[in-house]
């Protein structure tokens, strides 16, 4: 059976990285919509909030107040989900294995990537980037040469739509004594494929995407932008490091500028897609920190953006998504086509 005919009617997709399934039907894709409508985002306009707990010299929530940073700003968080100070502890009643629970320690950070409040990823320079990046570099090595920190997770929420309130450009860090969910599944896949290949699964995805160019959106020198063949959002992307890379550190100064470079890249294209500052989660994946030398990584990050047929139109995990399995309608080739004709020129 060729690839090609399915296309055009119900299939399902494979994700090698969690070894689930996707549903894609391109049919619905006609149906009329009489869904829920977002409001659309308006980008701040000022570049310093009076208000804004991230600006440079004003007070948290917590009580403590930032300096005035110049480029970037690392603070553990005044609300923070773990703690480096929880026991350890597996609990396992009546060795049944139904009520099971670990002491989980770790830490949480917030990286402000610029003191401007007006600022997004897409509209920072690629120089103003770098320094994030930097950042993001020291922050793994410093969080993950700590004995009780096995997984760095990093990440940034953008917009309302994805639960972050505040339009201050900034991400997050949480690192944690056990490898979460996502990462473990991947984990698991990519050890998996050495195994049996005695090569890394990203680098041979690679190889397959730069074939067909099909789902491609943009690369540079360092690194390719897919729209992954079994990708479940409507514009999900994965960043791909072109050379076998484990982690962010492993990056060199040219990978790290290029990396810079396709963040701004994909974000502004982002932007341009719906005339809106595009809200998403993005994050990184990589090794985890446990004193393993891990070879089967392959440093990548994940764009999940929630928006599907307008800046007001929205995607929703519910009903077959929680209960059976994730389902999109266009289908991850036409994103591309779609991602790859937005431009690169940042219109703020
Ligand atoms: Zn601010
Ligand atoms: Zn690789
Ligand atoms: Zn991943």
Redesign the pocket.
Same mark, same amino acid.
Do not use: E
């Given at each position: 059976m060729e690839l090609r005919k399915l296309l055009g009617v119900p299939h399902r997709r494979y994700n090698p990285l969690t070894r689930e399934w996707i549903l894609i039907s391109p049919h619905r894709t006609q149906r009329p919509w009489q869904g829920q409508l977002e409001t659309t985002p308006s980008p701040?306009s000022s570049a +310093?909030?009076p208000n804004? +707990?991230?600006? &440079?010299g @004003?007070e948290r929530a917590g009580g403590s107040r930032n300096p005035p940073y110049s480029t970037t700003l690392v603070f553990d968080n005044d609300f923070a989900a773990l703690r480096l100070d929880v026991e350890y502890g597996t609990v396992n009643e009546n060795n049944q294995g139904i009520l099971v629970a670990a002491g989980e320690s770790g830490t949480c950070r917030v990286i402000?990537f610029s003191?401007?409040?007006?600022l997004t990823l897409s509209s920072m320079t690629v120089d103003g980037i770098c320094k994030v990046v930097e950042v993001w570099i020291d922050q793994f090595r410093e969080l993950g040469d700590h004995s009780s920190i096995n997984y760095v997770q990093i990440f940034e929420n953008r917009g309302e739509m994805m639960g972050c309130s @505040? &339009?201050? &450009?900034?991400g997050q860090i949480w690192a944690s004594e056990s490898v979460p969910n996502e990462p473990r599944k991947e984990q698991d896949s990519l050890a998996d494929y050495r195994r049996r290949s005695g090569r890394c699964l990203i680098c041979d995805y690679i190889r397959v995407e730069a074939a067909s160019e099909e789902r491609i959106v943009c690369q540079n020198e360092h690194f390719v932008v897919v729209v992954p063949f079994w990708a479940s959002w409507p514009f999900e992307v994965l960043v791909l490091c072109k050379k076998h890379r484990r982690d962010i550190c492993d990056l060199d100064d040219g990978e790290s500028f290029a990396l810079a470079d396709i963040l701004k890249r994909v974000t502004t294209r982002y932007d341009n897609l719906f005339q809106v500052p595009f809200p998403y989660s993005m994050g990184f994946h990589q090794r985890p920190t446990d004193g393993d030398e891990h070879l089967e990584w392959h440093f990548h990050g994940h764009f999940f953006p929630p928006l599907l047929r307008s800046a007001s139109v929205r995607k929703f995990m519910v009903g077959y998504e929680l209960l059976a399995s994730p389902q999109r309608d266009i289908t991850p080739e036409t994103a591309a086509e779609r991602l790859r004709n937005c431009s690169e020129h940042c219109s703020s």
């Open positions: 701040s +310093y909030d804004c +707990y991230l600006c &440079p @004003n402000c003191p401007r409040h007006d @505040n &339009p201050h &450009p900034h």
